[in-house]
């Protein structure tokens, strides 16, 4: 199989509101990443397009109207779509853009303008649900989540509290981050007290909705051993998508997550990922999320991720750190952008570059995950030095 | 053994629904000043790709071509020629239109784009491509700082 | 070195203005199952990827790929959504095969056209919401606007636009799933309504249901599995300006440079000689000779001449869209160019009926994204 | 790369900005409207459910029930082979306490929905909503009972069930 590697990445701010248009937000992330490893639009042979519904950005077939922005000018340019998986099922698109031999360099950008979406772009996914037999119910997004994490916590005996320190560390980590959104440091009192929503799902369990745009780009071998010395390898990718009938299977346990993270790492040659992974970066929407998702990632045996949590070992100077980044909960969840913000903070983390967010002891292989549809998507990325 | 299939149209039902979000849309940041030149200044500005040799109008912060970034505005004069043009006779619900609308590209001397608007004062049989027209803008006090601010374009009487 | 990918199963439900007897989803099952039959796999045990083409709005579901896994037996396996016409479904099959992680895949894409009731505000809903959604114009005023600069630049007359229309009607009735089949004439086509002139009523195609889904596989498995694989020798694909203000409106550019990208993967040097039909998209009459001259299937300018000489007629030299093409068979909205494929792939196979044309060896399909987009895709396919 | 960067693009708005007009913006209404056809199965699930019944389907090779009804396997990939009639009662599977709407709108009085496990299905769910308690008496494994809108209220839907009540 050809090695592919990521040799740039650029981001910009995750807001709640931009004034750029979704093209802009586009191109501010897409030149940086070209920039920052000093390649023109020119080097570019073909683009990939990661963004989410068009409910949010409100613009039918909105790959279309954003392909400029993208650089996507008289090019080959295609969009991915796996809801909110889509982040990193970009990433593994653009794997297999340059893998399949068609293309030596493929420039990712994921864009999401989530505040287009009015009155509340939460209001975007009751588009989402089945028509006839969901969406009638007046169903709301934080129905899924609130049903997950009780079921979760109920299958394994895990309280709302031990929980809460996922958003507490999250939006710490994300102090460190200069495009987050809601950087804070709170207490899991804090998290305890807020608003509820759906319980058991508080205002603090939640990502932000956000504006913003991530762009990488990948190369093949022979292009990517000329233009850096620092070439992050992508060694696995998983994609997996379970039944749309939630009722048919049990939400305490993310199956469809296991078999993408199955896919990549028995690509990568990964036998023991709780010592092979050094830094992962699971997809955090809600607090419960990170820890329902690294059990999927097989980081840990099933029920056990909140131990790992409560010890701190997820912590950025912790055993493995989950999330340094800041994740969603920090940064912004600008959907498809933050899924590809995951697989960024993996490549600045592998290459020494995270600035203050930079893990400690040189961290060598790092896993990236999102997750989305109806509680049914695992995308998966292991990338490798 | 295979259920029955629907086998009569008595059985046949639709579901019905919509898609109860709408679009709040900014100008981002070469559309917000654009559109304000347009309400203030009553004028069309355009952005140059100094590289590429091309003035965009609309103007935009970036270059699609070659992704370099426009900083430089210049002032575009009202006056462009049809591109191409349409007679439309449906509107967007459907329906027949009692006055045809004439829709047209207007292109500007020297510039990379244009701008797509109405043709006004002038019998649809009359339109060519590559008539000379000249911008109507609403009166100021009317201005809202849109697409609509431009009434419409209108032939250059020679 | 590529890897050969062919095409090893076909399904595909009728094509009808209305399909109320089967759901989005029974469509999608039933297309699946006939396409799994004729490769003569399991969808469960012998498929490594699908991927399914689909728009959101289009089918009323924001993230459609939640919809999709069930349908056609892809669940907990790797399969995902591109919003996108169809044809680049297959140029995505052909990538992921291509890296060697996948064997064998499945190709989806279902029109319900006739579920969706407000077809033109859904092409308005594509538009830039600052520059052109304001306006509120009914959105194929861009259709009018391309017809009349290619007329002008081209020298085509709406005459000629008009022959393409009655070409496409008189092939669909030889075809049994075309939906628009008709015996007019190009005074029918040049009499009826005016709607954005110069693009008549007949000038344009009217929508379809249906679903099409298509097995893929590798050399190896394509052997074992097939005594007719039908190769997929080439695909394109490419997005051009998409702002309705700085597109070329006269050429077809994304068609161009889309079958160059194809043309360079297949060795095809003289493609009007290499290839020996088409399927070309044919949304509006004068889409199809626009896209004709784009793909160098004629010279520049004379895609007109064509069809006057009646070249691209099924007996002509290089019969186009003998399927029927979209103005015969119904626009298929995503699904459109999987059609286009599935005629090649029928006529390659020699399973084409009455409508079969005698001694082809190449086809090319072609597509492009619909009302506003600047994009499409190519495929070509090849019986050896 | 973080490092280097000393500028990152973007350029947060605030509500007010938009409120108080100091920004331009546009609005559009999409006016999507659609008709879905619900085909065989679910136009069976609906019939019935305004007869007051909840139907699915049984797979004779996984023997698993689906529900709502639908007329092929997911699992095994092939047409089911029989309509099976459910009981109106049920196993809350989860469930949550919510004070949002659809648009994350806030609500005085909490929904509870739920995931019910429907008897006689093999532990299949349907989403639905409960009702008549306390919310946070509600407990998963907590039994409960479908309450029918009157006959002649019911269209042909899901809604035809007006919520779930304890046993």
Redesign the interface.
């Known amino acids: ?2 090695k592919v590697a990521v040799v740039g ?13 979704g ?3 586009a ?6 990443a ?1 920039d ?1 490893c000093e390649l ?3 080097d570019v042979d073909c683009v990939v397009m990661g963004t ?4 949010f950005d ?12 993208a ?13 909110g998986g889509t982040g990193v ?1 970009v990433a593994n ?1 653009a ?3 340059v ?4 293309f030596d360099v493929c420039l990712v950008v994921a864009e999401e303008k989530m ?6 772009p ?19 997004l ?2 899924f989540f ?3 994490m ?2 979760y916590m ?1 299958a394994h005996g895990i309280t709302e509290r031990e929980i809460a320190q996922v958003s507490v560390k999250n939006k710490k980590n994300a102090l460190d981050h ?2 987050a959104q809601l950087p804070a440091e709170i207490t899991v009192d804090d998290v305890m007290n807020s ?7 508080k205002r603090l369990d939640v990502s932000p909705t956000s ?2 745009a991530v762009a990488l780009v990948f190369a093949s071998e022979e292009v990517a051993k000329r233009i850096t010395d620092k070439p992050v390898w992508v060694e696995g ?12 299977r049990d ?1 305490y346990y993310p ?2 997550v296991e ?1 993408a993270a199955r ?1 990549a790492y028995d ?1 990568a040659g990964i036998k023991d990922p709780r010592a092979e992974i050094d830094i992962a970066e699971p997809y955090d929407p809600f607090s419960y999320k990170e820890l329902h998702h690294a059990e999927g990632l097989l980081l840990c045996d099933k029920g056990e991720a909140v131990k790992l949590l409560v010890n701190g070992e997820t912590q950025r100077t912790g055993r493995q750190p989950w999330c340094p980044s800041g994740g969603a909960l920090g940064v912004g969840n600008a959907i498809a952008a933050t899924g590809t913000m995951k697989v960024a903070e993996i490549f ?1 983390q592998l ?1 020494g ?3 203050k ?1 930079q893990v400690p002891g040189k961290p060598r292989k790092g896993v990236a995950q999102a997750w ?3 509680m ?2 695992g995308t998966v990325i292991v990338l490798g030095v | 053994m295979p259920l029955d299939k629907v086998t009569q149209v008595a059985q046949t039902k639709p579901w019905h629904g919509d898609i109860p979000v709408y679009g709040q849309y900014t100008f981002g940041i070469a559309g917000e000043r654009f559109f304000r030149d347009i309400k203030d200044k009553g004028r069309i500005m355009g952005a140059e790709c100094a590289a590429c040799n091309l003035v965009y109008v609309p103007p935009r912060i970036y270059c699609e071509r070659c992704f370099g970034e426009l900083a430089k505005w210049l002032e575009i004069p009202n006056r462009g020629v049809v591109h191409t043009f349409t007679v439309a006779h449906a509107d967007l619900d459907g329906n027949r239109l009692k006055e045809p609308v004439v829709v047209a590209l207007v292109k500007f001397d020297g510039v990379y784009g244009g701008l797509v608007h109405r043709l006004g004062e002038v019998e649809p049989d009359k339109v060519a491509i590559g008539m000379a027209v000249e911008m109507m803008l609403k009166p100021k006090a009317e201005r809202t700082g849109s697409i609509l601010d431009i009434n419409y374009f209108r032939p250059i009487q020679a | 070195m590529q890897r050969r990918v062919a095409v090893i199963g076909i399904g595909y439900t009728p094509f009808r203005p209305i399909s109320p007897d089967l759901s989005f989803k029974e469509m999608m099952f039933e297309a699946a199952q006939k396409a799994y039959e004729d490769a003569g796999v399991c969808p469960r045990h012998d498929i490594d990827a699908f991927v399914t083409c689909e728009e959101d709005f289009t089918h009323g579901r924001s993230i459609f790929n939640i919809h999709t896994p069930d349908n056609i037996g892809a669940v907990l396996k790797r399969i995902h959504t591109l919003p996108a016409e169809s044809l680049y479904g297959l140029a995505d099959a052909y990538m992921l095969i291509n890296t060697g992680l996948v064997d064998v895949m499945a190709v989806e894409s279902h029109s319900k056209a006739s579920n969706m009731l407000t077809p033109n505000y859904l092409a308005a809903h594509a538009m830039d919401p600052v520059y052109n959604k304001p306006l509120s114009y009914n959105p194929y005023f861009i259709a009018g606007m391309e017809m009349s600069r290619y007329m002008h630049e081209r020298g085509v007359t709406k005459e000629q636009c008009a022959l393409i229309s009655v070409k496409n009607k008189a092939n669909a009735l030889l075809n049994p799933q075309a939906a628009y089949g008709d015996q007019i004439s190009v005074d029918d086509v040049l009499s009826s309504e005016m709607m954005f002139w110069p693009l008549s009523r007949l000038d344009m195609s009217s929508p379809a249901d249906g679903g099409i889904v298509m097995v893929l596989a590798c050399e190896e498995k394509a052997k074992i599995l097939c005594h007719k694989p039908i190769w997929v020798i080439g695909v394109g694909w490419c997005s051009d300006a998409p702002s309705l203000e700085t597109r070329e409106w006269g050429e077809a550019v994304y068609a161009r440079l889309a079958g160059e990208m194809a043309y360079r993967l297949a060795g095809i040097k003289h493609p009007g000689k290499e290839v020996d039909f088409a399927e070309v998209d044919d949304s509006f009459s004068y889409k199809e000779l626009q896209h004709l001259e784009a793909l160098k299937l004629c010279r520049s300018g004379q895609a007109g001449l064509m069809a006057e000489e009646g070249a691209t007629q099924r007996e002509g030299g290089f019969p186009v869209n003998v399927s029927g093409g979209s103005l015969g068979v119904g626009r298929l909205d995503e699904a459109t160019g999987l059609q286009k494929v599935l005629e090649v792939v029928l006529q390659l196979r020699g399973e084409a009926g009455k409508r079969q044309l005698p001694n082809v060896k190449v086809g090319l399909a072609q597509s492009w994204r619909g009302i506003p987009a600047n994009s499409g895709a190519v495929a070509i396919l090849s019986k050896e | 790369m973080s490092e280097k960067v000393k500028v990152w693009p973007g350029t947060p708005l605030g509500e007010k900005d938009i409120k108080e007009k100091r920004i331009l913006v546009t609005e559009w209404q999409p006016n999507l409207k659609y008709a879905w056809d619900t085909g065989i199965g679910y136009g069976k699930y609906f019939a019935e459910l305004k007869k007051g019944r909840i139907v699915g389907t049984r797979c004779a090779k996984c023997r698993r029930v689906l529900l709502p009804a639908r007329v092929f396997c997911e699992w095994c990939f092939r047409t089911v082979d029989e309509w099976v009639y459910l009981e109106d009662t049920g196993t809350v599977n989860t469930f949550s306490v919510a004070y949002t709407g659809t648009a994350a709108e806030r609500l005085k009085e909490p929904r509870i929905p739920a995931l019910i496990e429907i008897d006689g299905s093999h532990g299949v769910a349907i989403m639905h909503l409960i009702s008549e308690i306390d919310p946070w008496k509600v407990k998963i494994g907590m039994r409960v009972r479908a309450v029918w809108k009157p006959e002649p209220e019911r269209e042909g839907a899901i809604t035809d069930i007006a919520y779930w009540k304890p046993i």
């Open positions: 199989m050809r990445a650029g981001m910009t701010k995750f807001m709640r509101r931009a004034q750029e248009t093209k802009e937000l191109w501010q992330a897409a030149g940086m070209l920052s023109t639009l020119k989410a519904p068009d409910a409100m613009i039918h077939m909105k790959a279309e109207y954003l392909s400029d922005g650089g996507a000018w008289r090019k080959p340019y295609m969009r991915g779509f796996l809801g099922f698109q794997w297999y853009h893998a399949s031999g068609l505040s287009s979406c009015l009155p509340h939460q209001g975007a996914f009751v588009t989402c649900w089945d028509q006839f037999t969901e969406s009638p119910l007046g169903t709301s934080l129905w609130a049903w997950e009780n079921r109920t200069p495009c608003e509820v929503m759906a319980w058991p799902v504006d913003g990718v998983g994609w997996c998508l379970d039944t749309m009938y939630i009722g048919q939400l199956k469809y078999y896919m690509m600045w290459r570059e995270a600035g967010r989305g549809d109806e049914q998507v």
